[in-house]
Each structure stands twice: as C-alpha cells, then as structure tokens.
C-alpha cells in the first residue's frame, strides 16, 4: 500500500505595507490631488465703532472660504437690546459695513452685517445645503450660535465667508503673501447695537480661520482660475411709496447670477413683508414671472429649505426648518440638477446670463400697505465673474 503524497503548501509573505499616505496617480479632477484644510488667521479684539481689518496670512493652496466668529461679552442690560436701528438684525447687525476683497481691491463681498453675515450663507448655498434634505443654511442654526438675550447682552455670530461657489470652483489663491484678499469690519457703536444699556462691554472677540485646498503633489490647478462669485448688497429705485403700484429697477449688473436676493425694508430700516399679493419679475421689459406671494414662497422652500414644515398635519400649524427671515424673497438659478439647491453640486446651466445693460425689475400691482413708508427694495446679488468662458458641467468630476 502507497502513501499518498502530500500536497505542497506554498507560503506567501505579506507584502511592505504602504505609507499612511498614498499618491494618487497624474490625472483627473483637482480635489482628488488638493485636499482640504483649515488654519487660524486670527483670534482678537474689535472695539465697536471703531475699523477692523488685521492682515490675512498666507496658506499653501487657494483658499475656498472663511470660518468667522464675533463673541460678545455680557454686559448689564437696561432692558433694550435692539434698538431702532439694530432691529431684528441683531446681534449681526454688530457689524455695520463688512468687505471682503481680493488683492486687488475688488469687492467679493460689501455690505452690512445682517447681510454678509447670515444672508449671503442663507440664500448662496456656498455655506451649507438645503436644510430640508437635514443639512443646514442658515447660519443660525449653527450649534456655536448665540442669541442676543436682555438678560447679559452676550452673543456669538458664527458663519462663513464664501469663496468657492461650485466644488472647487471660484477658490482664491493664497500663497502669495503679497497677494492675499482682506477682510475689513466696521463695527457698530454699543448704543447702535445694544439701545440703552449699564456697563456695556466695549470690545467683542473676533475669531477667523481660514479652509483651503492644500497645494497637489501633481501638476494641477483648480477650475477657472481668477473666477469669482462676488455678493454684492445695493438699493433698488425708486423707493416704494405705500399701496403703490410700480416696478423697482434692480442694479445694473453683468455676469453670471447664482441667486438674486431680495430685502425690503421700511423706511426706519426695519425688514417687513410689503410686497404685493402677486408680485412679478421683468427682464429687459418682458415679464418673467408672475406669481402669488404664497406660491413664491412655496419654491424658497421646495429650492431651499426656508419656510418649510414639519409635523404639520392637517389641522396644526407646523414648525419652520429653517424660517424664511422676514422680508426676504429670492430667485434661485442654482437649481440645474434638480428642483433643490444642493449648494455645492450644481453644474452652472442655469446661472442667469447678463450684461451691464441687462435690466430687471420687480413689480407690485399694488404693493402692501407700509405703516412707515416709503420702503426701500435691496438687491443681495451672487454675481460671477468668469476669468474665460464658464465652466459648465461637473469639472470636480
């Protein structure tokens, strides 16, 4: 009898395992090569009333954006934090003028506080997606976010300064250090922002960090270099008399629109929903659209998440997502892959088309009774500024 033979166990041994980090192989889209980071800027004090602007510092990349926030100390109230001209705008209403600009000195975002400060984030999609798909839009519903209370009159703002308007698209460079943007404040004085107050703080703290894509180890660059989306906060002609019955010309602008925001204010600077029962848009003189208010605010919520219900039912009044601040509409052009703004993802086909001698209007036929009248409409405008052709599509793809 033979023993069978034994089958031959071939051993292989494990290979070297690879470096933590890897590299990606030359090709393909920017972000695969560039990921993202976040340094410090600053951490220090702005007095109100007084300019503040410390220098930005350098980063090995393109910057994308700017995480920001204003604490306020408590303070011992008198019992009036928002005064007449502070309003519902507070506590972002601390910063009178923010400017943000490239090394140039063109504008990439100018305007007041409310605006810069939680109305650009709430309406671009640059800062968060639609709140309805469980993300959040509005800055202030940040879980760093503070209130302005009675009580202390203590706040924190936090929010974001924009840069990048598709992935990767609209980024600034940054490692130039004698070419760099800036960020300038104006701060409100204490009796603008707080009313009548004993032993108001004098300073708030300023907080700013900076997210970048780091430099690629490969040759690659990002999408459209020297392209920007610049928000821009301008007042529209003529101001609205009550119950008037008038189109209100927006800015002449040029490039690009992402979003067309919309601000109607009073004539004490207080926001209110004056507009017309049907309001309607016109461009270059042809009417656009034509629409019930209530409609109007239906798409804010469908695209954007603001104003949406939950828990509604049939017979109970539900609870706002995300609430549509008062007084703000807007027309949504980032809606190219959907009926949704998914902030970040859009391919840019339908970003509205303009020149300088492009001219849109908003109607009211009549407009709303305004108590204290005349009202003023302001534009809070994306607006890009393409380097070349724009880049359509999906180019982070």
Request: glycine share 12%.
């Amino acid at each position: 009898m033979t023993t069978p033979s034994a089958t031959a166990v071939v051993g292989t041994s494990a290979g070297r395992p690879q470096p933590q980090t890897t590299a990606e192989p030359q090709g393909g889209p920017f972000i695969r090569h560039a990921p993202k980071g976040r340094r410090p800027v600053y951490d220090t004090n702005a007095t109100y009333g007084q300019y503040f602007g410390p220098p930005i510092v350098a980063a090995p990349g393109w910057y994308t954006g700017y995480k920001l926030q204003i604490v306020g100390a408590a303070g011992t109230s008198g019992g009036v934090i928002q005064s007449t001209q502070a309003g519902d705008d507070a506590p972002e209403s601390a910063v009178s003028l923010l400017q943000v600009k490239d090394a140039w000195g063109t504008n990439l975002l100018s305007g007041p506080g409310m605006e810069m400060l939680r109305l650009v984030q709430l309406l671009s999609g640059q800062f968060g997606i639609n709140a309805a798909g469980g993300g959040v839009r509005d800055p202030w519903n940040l879980p760093a976010r503070t209130q302005i209370t009675a009580a202390t009159a203590a706040y924190t703002i936090d929010t974001y300064l924009p840069f990048e308007f598709t992935t990767s698209y609209g980024v600034i460079a940054a490692a130039n250090a004698a070419l760099l943007p800036s960020v300038q404040f104006t701060m409100n004085t204490v009796a603008a922002l707080f009313g009548a107050m004993t032993g108001p703080p004098t300073t708030a703290e300023m907080v700013l960090d900076a997210d970048f894509y780091w430099l690629p180890d490969v040759p690659a660059d990002p999408p459209g270099i020297g392209t920007t989306c610049q928000w821009i906060f301008q007042p529209c002609n003529p101001p609205i008399p009550s119950v008037a019955s008038q189109r209100v010309q927006l800015p002449r602008l040029g490039g690009y629109l992402t979003v067309l925001g919309l601000d109607l204010r009073d004539a004490t600077n207080r926001r209110g929903d004056f507009w017309a029962s049907r309001p309607g848009v016109f461009i270059d003189g042809v009417e656009q659209i034509n629409t019930r208010l209530t409609t109007w605010q239906d798409d804010l919520a469908v695209a954007m998440g603001l104003g949406a219900l939950i828990n509604a039912g049939q017979t109970a009044a539900g609870t706002a997502i995300s609430p549509r601040p008062t007084g703000i509409l807007a027309i949504n052009r980032k809606t190219s892959l959907a009926q949704a703004d998914f902030g970040l993802l859009d391919t840019g086909e339908k970003f509205l088309s303009t020149n300088p001698g492009t001219q849109v209007e908003i109607n009211g036929a009549p407009w709303a009774t305004i108590a204290n009248s005349p009202a003023t409409l302001n534009a809070i405008i994306g607006q890009i500024v393409p380097s070349g052709p724009l880049v359509q599509g999906l180019p982070e793809l």
